[in-house]
């Protein structure tokens, strides 16, 4: 089955694009950052700044303010790094 697949799969590639533009098109591509909501940013700090005084148990609470922390960083990266839409 698998078989049929990759043959299936090589008769697409031919008759699509030449294999010259597969690979142009994977190169070319470049990492574009999405803009994020501003709630986002708020509700990252909120999370870490509860966690950090609300959370008892100190593994439960290394864990969240690490995931929020992730967040706050995603959100200023998002901030930064995002093309600026003109409305």
Do not use: C, E, Q
């Not at 591509?29 to 966690?51: C, D, E, R, T, Y």
């Amino acid at each position: 089955m698998a078989k049929k697949k990759a043959k299936r799969a090589k008769k697409t590639i031919k008759h699509s694009k030449s294999k010259k533009d597969l690979v142009a098109s994977s190169t070319t591509s470049k990492w574009h950052a999405v803009p994020l909501k501003g709630s986002f940013m708020v509700l990252s700090i909120l999370g870490f700044l509860i966690s950090s005084y609300l959370i008892s148990n100190k593994d439960y609470r290394l864990t969240f303010m690490i995931v929020f922390g992730v967040m706050f960083i995603a959100s200023l990266v998002s901030m930064t790094k995002a093309p600026i839409i003109n409305k």
